[in-house]
């Protein structure tokens, strides 16, 4: 899954300043974009078949509280979208831990209605740890509510405790940009340990080699190769050209 939904808090960061040219030419190697109904009516054109996962909540930006969200989308305006999926972010031991864990139900309850499932993505805002205690206790409530699936961070230590701790598909979030070799390695390490796949953002579309790098990740991901392989097979050939060599 393609993450470009970041605007929604964090306005055009790099990478995202012209989702059209930046993100579109992806799009048909990704086998899910996450974004926001914004991008998709201003941006996406509607010839693209990729499945849209649609950020449904919102509220506050990076300057304030950031657990402050609402139920930001219809459930009506998805399905008019055609949304594979809706995601909401929780804030577990957040400040509006309570509110956005009823965001959450809202959410289920109106998507059981109409067919559409639910992405609950484990937030931790500034404060909050990301150890496996914490992910276990983020990523059970969250199916415990009803989400369909969970997206949350990776931990190095124990992370297989969390994906065999919830008992819905786990994604991995990317986070942070990293070395190429590093979030390959991240996403074989997560999808070894129990995580269905992989949601990246940064580690993708602000990449010296966006394409190469999703194709990288996705054969991590699809075929199980090695990231060290997936390395060499995709990013390096293209980053070579990149920097003039053939």
């Known amino acids: ?26 799009l048909p190697h990704a086998d899910a974009l996450m974004t926001t109904r914004g991008m998709i009516r201003s941006t996406i054109p509607p010839a693209v078949r990729t499945p849209v996962v649609l950020r ?89 509510l009803g989400a369909h699936f969970v997206k949350t961070y990776y931990c190095e230590q124990d992370f297989a405790t969390v994906a065999a701790a919830c008992p819905v598909p786990l994604v991995m979030a990317g986070g942070k940009r990293l070395p190429a070799l590093d979030a390959l390695t991240m996403a074989g390490n997560a999808v070894e340990a129990g995580a269905a796949g992989v949601d990246m953002g940064r580690n993708i579309f602000q990449s010296e080699t966006p394409l190469a790098m999703l194709q990288a990740i996705s054969a991590v991901v699809h075929e199980s190769m090695r990231p060290e392989e997936a390395y060499e097979r995709y990013v390096r050939p293209a980053a070579r050209l990149t920097a003039g060599f053939d």
């Open 56 to 144: 449904a909540s919102g509220g506050p930006s990076i300057l304030k509280e950031l657990s402050d969200e609402q139920l930001a989308v219809s459930i009506e305006d998805a399905a008019r979208i055609n949304a594979a999926a809706v995601a909401v972010q929780v804030f577990i031991g957040g400040e509006r831990e309570t509110q956005s864990v009823r965001n959450l139900t809202r959410l289920v309850d109106q998507g059981q209605r109409y067919g559409i499932p639910v992405l609950a993505v484990t937030a931790v805002g500034k404060e909050l740890t990301r150890d496996a205690r914490y992910l276990r206790l983020a990523t059970r409530i969250c199916a415990e």
């Open 1 to 26: 899954m393609l993450a470009i939904d970041h605007g929604y808090f964090l306005g055009p960061i790099t990478g995202l300043e012209r989702v059209d040219l930046s993100i579109v030419p992806l």
